[in-house]
């Protein structure tokens, strides 16, 4: 990760910014916080961020809120920065002010309304994406769509070669089976512009109430029910790198009517839920298993692979409740 003082030579350089000073804002990813006056904005370093400030002009010319992009002195969204050992990009981004989404019902129910408010909205920022600023790339699709995250799932599966014990190779078996079956999935499906990694740690509680969601690197057209499901089993297990969350139907019944309130799933997008609530869970339980496997490792005897496993076995109950929830009769409106 760059030094925060390089950063800071780099934005007083490019940047039309009074007195930048910047400091690490997570101590795990190269992402920044730049402070100038009394304004505070983000800095994303990295690949590819020429396709994350599309994605927010896109939204933005759609009249979605996300944040503002600083430009440099020659009025470009994304500049490059030479590191120690490869060229990166710079993007920088208004900082959102909020705290993380609380793992309660009534901020959960909030969350689940603003992604139905951009899945009811993002025809617009479809049509926007199409067509991008000079200098930015077209986005036609979001960033982890099933056919590319379950092949990679089944590519680490394949690397391991059949190792393991007979109990491992018959999980193993089982997940390749998954993978395949959905190599196919959305055909038929509502389209809508995703978020792309829809689970509540990519949003943030504001002072008003309001949830605001954050993190598009990975959004892009594609069907509804991907971000629905991810968001669901997020909502009823907790995130998927820890162990499962203590049950609480209530979280899951608010998020499911916050989303009903914007947004109208049709029936084919509701007989694919069961899918689309445990895609991410499978490819993480694929990837993860295959990789431990391959390196000699045995899977069944690690923590985060048995998450995994619990959370698949309790996608198809999700999802059934999820498409209860989201048929019965349409709840009352939020006070705005």
């Keep these: 990760m760059p030094d925060p003082e390089r950063l800071r030579a780099l934005v007083a350089e490019r940047y039309d910014v009074a007195d930048p000073q910047v400091e690490r804002l997570v101590d795990d990813h190269p992402v920044y916080l730049l402070i100038t006056g009394e304004e505070r904005w983000v800095i994303r370093v990295g690949a590819g961020l020429d396709r994350y400030a599309a994605v927010l002009s896109a939204l933005d010319r759609a009249g979605f809120p996300v944040p503002p992009v600083l430009t440099d002195r020659n009025g470009r969204t994304v500049t490059e920065f030479r590191s120690d050992t490869e060229t990166v990009q710079i993007l920088i981004i208004g900082y959102v002010e909020g705290r993380p989404t609380p793992f309660h019902p009534e901020p ?29 790339p077209v986005v036609d699709r979001a960033g982890m769509l099933p056919a590319g995250e379950l092949r990679f799932g089944l590519s680490r599966l394949a690397a391991a070669g059949g190792r393991g ?79 499962l969350a203590a049950p609480d139907p209530a979280r899951l019944s608010a998020m499911a009517a916050g989303y009903r309130r914007e947004f109208t799933l049709s029936d084919a997008d509701l007989d694919a839920l069961p899918f689309a609530v445990a895609f991410r869970v499978l490819v993480a339980a694929a990837v993860g298993f295959g990789t431990l496997l391959a390196a000699g490792r045995s899977p069944l005897n690690e923590p985060s692979i048995r998450w995994s496993l619990d959370r698949l076995s309790a996608a198809p109950r999700i999802a059934d409740d999820l498409r209860r929830l989201l048929t019965v009769a349409k709840p009352p409106q939020l006070d705005r």
């Design 165 to 243: 014990t007979a109990a491992e190779r018959v999980v193993a078996d089982r997940l390749i089976a998954a993978c395949r079956a959905g190599l196919d999935f959305g055909h038929g499906l509502t389209s809508v512009f995703l978020h792309g990694d829809a689970h509540p740690w990519n949003s943030l509680l504001a002072a008003d109430g309001s949830v605001i969601m954050i993190d598009w690197d990975s959004s892009g057209p594609g069907p509804a029910v991907i971000d629905l499901g991810f968001l669901a089993v997020s909502c009823a297990t907790g995130g998927l790198t820890g162990p």
């Design 108 to 136: 959960l129910g909030r969350l689940g309304g603003a992604l139905g408010q951009l899945h009811r909205d993002g025809s617009a920022a479809i049509q926007a994406a199409a067509g991008p600023p000079a200098g930015l």
